[in-house]
């Protein structure tokens, strides 16, 4: 029994003292890992099309994109984060027919996405009627393909608007990309993959003038994707097996991850690449996401709907005067709100959007994160540096409460290893939630002030480990902690 409790003792003060010392490398230096491949690995996600405001649908890729991409990193991978945009396609024919009918250069210069959606909107509604608007399209997109001058001005034009009104929204959810790639990037190099596909027998015409590869067992066209239309245009399918081999040919990954909804289809068409460093992750979708204004979502309307509720929450805490930007504290809570309401089910199911629960103080809520954040950084400002800069006796952390918050700081590295294997942050968030009642609870019963100078030091350097951990794991799901709210 002596001998237990003096491991316990020398257990407790290694897991504090490491954490004091290097605490961006606790649990992920873990033996657990040491199997790993630390290799480069390339993420491919949010990836929005182009000329059309941020949808709300696209905040699900992009905050699971950028889970991985953290969780990677904190492990020591190289992580290349690409955002694949959908920026050519037929879609692109109708819209530059569009606005050389409805379009205006100063209404683009007031607000650009909102014009070209107006008008987007508008070309489709005459084209389910006319025939020649649609065949208009299919000339439009033939043109860009064909690398007509004006055709790829005003595509270009549209383009770098979009890119740069959509990295302002990224910012705001701290996530940021080391490329900015798209299908038109690879439409040239889809001539390339046709060849091989002929090479290997894949590529079938059929009686439509389609080009197909056969993807039935029995080879009797029962299944097919099509990878070229009968105009000898190419669809995404044809230019993402294109971005498929370019990038494995330039980056030289050792593992590619999709965070895709669309599957894709020809499993064959991708035969000659390595396949088995690819890996899709797919993910439900998110049912009622609205603001009070109405049904049609776009992200920075979830943004600032997030925001503003947060704020007039916040306005009934005390403490909120005290803050030097309530605007940018509501801001960061309210994106860590809607990252936790996300993450705590398996990302590969649908869930329900419900704004009261989101934003809820209490249970296991971003809010709540937050909150048990921000009060450890007030209890560690309170007592200055003594935190870590101070001996401390391990052996006086005797309560139920301290070992609790010990014994489960010591699952981190658990946790994250799963987390690596499943690629699911639900995991991460369950710990994290545990930590926090935990600490709620041992920061309502365990005094540092008024208690004797050793214990109260042991409690204080127990609260400093549970917030480094803290602070890392949410760092890793994507969310910035706060220090005040």
Not at 97 to 107: D, H, I, L, W, Y
Not at 295 to 316: C, Y
Not at 400 to 426: A, G, M
Request: proline share 2%.
């Amino acid at each position: 029994m002596l001998n237990f409790r003096i491991n316990k003792i020398i257990l407790a003060k290694k897991l504090l003292s490491q954490l004091n010392k290097k605490p961006h490398e606790f649990g992920v230096r873990s033996e657990l890992f040491s199997n790993i491949r630390r290799g480069r690995t390339l993420v491919e996600f949010s990836s929005p099309n182009i000329a059309k405001k941020f949808h709300a649908g696209h905040l699900r890729s992009t905050i699971i994109g950028n889970f991985i991409s953290n969780l990677k990193e904190a492990l020591g991978n190289d992580v290349i984060r690409v955002n694949y945009l959908g920026d050519w396609g037929m879609q692109f024919g109708l819209l530059g027919v569009g606005f050389q009918r409805f379009g205006s250069q100063e209404k683009l210069k007031e607000n650009a996405l909102q014009h070209l959606f107006d008008v987007y909107v508008q070309v489709n509604k005459e084209a389910e009627g006319d025939e020649g608007v649609q065949e208009a399209a299919r000339v439009f997109f033939r043109k860009l393909e064909e690398g007509d001058d004006h055709a790829l001005l005003l595509w270009k034009q549209f383009r770098e608007i979009t890119v740069e009104e959509y990295k302002r929204v990224y910012k705001r959810l701290g996530v940021h990309f080391d490329l900015y790639s798209g299908e038109s990037f690879h439409q040239r190099q889809t001539q390339h993959v046709l060849q091989k596909l002929r090479e290997q027998d894949l590529l079938k015409t059929t009686e439509k003038g389609t080009g197909v590869v056969d993807l039935s067992p029995a080879g009797d066209m029962s299944s097919y994707s099509t990878v070229l239309r009968s105009d000898g245009t190419s669809l995404y399918i044809t230019r993402d097996i294109a971005a498929a081999i370019d990038r494995k040919e330039k980056n030289n990954f050792d593992e590619m991850i999709y965070v895709w909804t669309r599957i894709v289809e020809g499993g064959h068409c991708m035969s000659f690449i390595v396949c088995s460093s690819c890996r899709h992750v797919p993910f439900g979708l998110v049912q009622g996401m609205s603001t009070r204004h109405g049904e049609v979502v776009f992200l920075e309307d979830i943004l600032d709907e997030a925001r503003n509720r947060m704020l007039r929450n916040m306005s009934h805490s005390r403490t909120t005067k005290d803050l030097e930007n309530p605007e940018y504290t509501a801001e960061k809570v309210g994106v860590s709100a809607l990252i936790i309401q996300d993450f705590k089910g398996p990302i590969t199911s649908d869930y329900k959007f419900d704004w009261k629960r989101v934003l809820q103080a209490q249970g296991d809520t971003g809010v709540f994160l937050q909150y048990t954040h921000a009060r450890l950084c007030s209890l560690l400002r309170m007592h200055g540096d003594s935190a870590s800069e101070a001996e401390f006796d391990p052996a006086l952390l005797q309560e139920d409460r301290s070992i609790f918050i010990l014994q489960h700081l010591l699952r981190y590295d658990e946790v994250l290893y799963r987390c690596t294997q499943e690629l699911q942050p639900r995991h991460l968030v369950n710990f994290l939630m545990t930590l926090s009642h935990f600490v709620a609870s041992a920061h309502k019963n365990l005094a540092v002030k008024g208690s004797p100078p050793a214990l109260a030091q042991a409690r204080l350097r127990l609260f400093a480990g549970a917030c480094s951990v803290l602070a890392n794991g949410m760092t890793i799901l994507g969310i910035t902690p706060t220090e005040k709210m």
